[in-house]
């Protein structure tokens, strides 16, 4: 039964959306209940992964990849799902995260439109199987279903901006798709193979003219992963489409530009440092990180609003995980492992308190009354189940905003002494200790870079801070226990993370560590594959 | 045939490219349907063009590869065009409400100044 554990992650969510697609949207406890269980599942399934990954003896399988055979066709031939240390980190973040939107969004921005339930499972679904699968066209099919549940998410509760701006993502995403294909098939083409372990054979038996074709096709794929990612100039969807999509689904996308920077990662070390193709390598992604890290920052300086300022710090925070895959070496793949966990917990917490605490604002209220009227969701207690929609007030409403906000905004600066701190220390250290291995003048634009986003995201936190918590004439929002208790959650974990900053760390320099030897990766999806011409 | 083909794919994502990047919501979905049918003539080319060869193993003939086309490609294509279909009618959808809303078929939801 255990080898079978791999399969879980994307068999669980497709079975629970398609039976919840099948339920009547009238009886939602029921349909909530349902979907709770569900995620809960992917949390334990998550987790038993994570532990099999990290300590051997609890391991249904040999040696420390986890290769999932289906149909138990070999591996150039059949499809594979691979777990590694890295695959079962993003496994459980991504659960985790889910998890706690999915409870944020029971509250109420579930009834805000149809659906909610099923799209959110395929996009946990899809999520899931990007980081599972071994094979370059199965990941095109998981990016595009979690892309087409993120369409619906993302419009979910309707209304003009949310379309403009979901009209804006779909085209582009879809652009991004077409090209995408175009790079599979042309790899496909040249090497003869999709399965990822292959292909890296493959590269370096490639003469010189397949060799230019794949490497156009690469610098396409490169161009996909990198729109994912929300790299600039290819970001500009980005602010937008997650500032008007709703409190919870903006959490869960907090994890959906990692998808695009883990990606690049696994490519970028199966195609090895020396041969790989431009995207993928050292300066080139080192400069586009740089440049993402300072049009994040302007940004966040820029923004108004705080639903725009959380979206270019995820800007800020892919910029900077792609300039540490970039840097010279590999001693800051740990620390930056540890830094996505610290920026996908934190920015996730942010989306949701961010609606928790602008709750009260006439535009945003006017609007929300519209969508809720037009799906028959009453704002004032219901008869029918008076404890799900009436609000219960906290005391301390104001005084838990308050100290979430100033949590987030520690995590997601980098300030002691939460997690994000521990990351920033633990990337500047790899920085400073990389000369004269790496150039001095990379280390130094990334040194400057990491502390200057930092500032940056303080000085507009704290100004938008300010207007909104140290207003007098505002109201003091209804907070309820549903809502408040997974950002609350979240910031936990942070904290934890903190804390636990020794074990977690040893952990993500081992992830790190497996990722950097791609022959244990090889040879598990292969066996005794190498050697042979 | 490889002229022919590669004309036909090179017309098809030009004009698409070309209406893609116009401003009317109608004009780029049009665009979007001409790329992915270059594309997916794209990834059907990439299995080397044959006459005559099915990809199917048939016991008659044998089971030298070379007599048969590539598989592999032509299960692509079939996912990408399933896919693509879906996603385009999905989008369809949000330009008949974006334009329902905003009261104009502009990508941006608002006329552009005129000089």
Known sequence: MTQHLPLLPILLPLLAGALLLFSSEARHGRRALFALLATLAQVVVALALFAATHAPSFSPWPGEIGVYALGDWAAPFGIVLVVDRLTALMLTLTATLGLAALIYALARWERAGSHFLPLFQFLLMGLNGAFLTGDLFNLFVFFEVLLAASYGLALHGSGAPRVKAGLHYIAVNLVASLVFLIAAALIYGVAGTLNMAELALRLPQLDADARALFEIGALLLGIVF?????????????????????????????????????????????????????????????????????????????????????????????????????????????????????????????????????????????????????????????????????????????????????????VLTGLPPLSGFVAKFALLKAVIAAPPAAPTLHAGLLFAALLLSGLAGLIALSRLGIRVFWDSERPTPRLQWLEAGPVAALILLCILLAFGAGPAMHYFDAAAGSLHDPATYIDAVLPGSRGMP | MEIVFSLA???????????????????????????????????????????????????????????????????????????????????????????????????????????
């Open chain 2, 9 to 115: 794919i090179g017309v098809m994502a030009g004009s698409g490219i070309y209406l893609l990047l116009r401003p009317r919501t109608f004009q780029v979905i049009m665009g979007l349907s001409l790329l992915s049918y270059a594309v997916n003539l794209f990834i059907f080319g990439m299995g080397r063009l044959r006459t005559g060869a099915t990809p199917v193993i048939d016991a008659t003939r044998g089971a030298d590869p070379a007599l048969y086309a590539d598989p592999v490609p032509q299960a692509l294509v079939l996912t990408a065009i399933v896919i693509g279909f879906a996603v385009t009618a999905l989008l369809l959808v949000v330009l008949l409400a974006a334009r329902g809303l905003s009261g104009t078929d502009h990508v941006d939801g608002r006329e552009a100044e005129r000089e």
């Open chain 1, 226 to 410: 990198l729109v994912k990612a929300g790299a600039w100039p290819l970001n500009f969807w980005l602010p937008a489409t997650y500032a008007t999509a709703t409190a919870p689904v903006a959490g869960i996308f907090a994890i959906l530009t990692k998808v695009g920077v883990y990606a690049l990662l696994r490519f970028s070390i199966l195609f090895g440092q020396d041969v790989a193709p431009a995207p993928f390598k050292g300066d080139w992604l080192f400069y586009c990180g740089l440049a993402t890290i300072a049009v994040g920052t302007l940004g966040v300086l820029a923004a108004q609003k705080l639903d725009r300022l959380a979206g270019f710090l995820v800007v800020i925070s892919s910029g900077t995980l792609l300039a540490a895959f970039g840097f010279t070496g590999t001693t800051l793949t740990g620390p930056a492992l540890y830094y996505l966990a610290s920026s996908v917990l934190g920015s996730g917490a942010f989306f949701m308190l961010i609606e928790l605490a602008e709750r009260n604002r006439a535009a945003t209220a006017d609007f929300l009354a519209i969508s809720f009227d037009a799906f028959g969701v009453q704002a004032q207690a219901d008869s029918e189940h008076p404890d799900e929609t009436a609000g219960v007030v906290i005391p301390a409403a104001m005084a838990f905003l308050g100290l979430a906000f100033f949590s987030c905004a520690v």
